[in-house]
Nanobody, 124 residues
Framework: VQLQASGGGLVQAGGSLRLSCAAS????????IGWFRQAPGKKREWVSC????????YYADSVKGRFTVSRDIAVNAVYLQMNSLTPEDTAVYYC??????????????????WGQGTLVTVSS
């Protein structure tokens, strides 16, 4: 499974970005999809996840209320809408798939396929 995250860029503090996660040769609607990020000099951390079916969503405390994860089955994509961005959100963002598992998890080891990441830079 090949995932591709896109939509990153440079934005001022308080601004918004929408990241997209697309997949080839795999239908995202059957997999829980997670978003992770890795800031410079830090470990990669879990940000959000959306399950299959009714699409339950989960967020890290640091982004709760500012980020929204969603899924568009018609175009086989998952999105991460990021609002009220701060410099602390600067990181490379990755989307990852749990394969056929439809329940969200927050551990990297529970995700089997990863995209290449997209850089988000928030200036103060």
């Amino acid at each position: 499974v090949q995932l591709q995250a896109s939509g990153g860029g440079l934005v001022q503090a308080g601004g918004s970005l929408r990241l997209s996660c697309a997949a080839s040769e795999f239908t995202l609607q059957y997999s829980a999809i997670g978003w992770f990020r890795q800031a410079p000099g830090k470990k990669r951390e879990w940000v959000s996840c959306i399950s299959t079916g009714v699409g339950n969503t989960y967020y890290a405390d640091s982004v709760k209320g500012r980020f929204t994860v969603s899924r568009d089955i018609a175009v086989n994509a998952v999105y991460l809408q990021m609002n009220s961005l701060t410099p602390e959100d600067t990181a490379v963002y990755y989307c990852a798939s749990r394969g056929r598992a439809n329940i969200c998890r927050s551990r990297e080891a529970d995700f089997h396929s990863w995209g290449q990441g997209t850089l988000v830079t928030v200036s103060s």
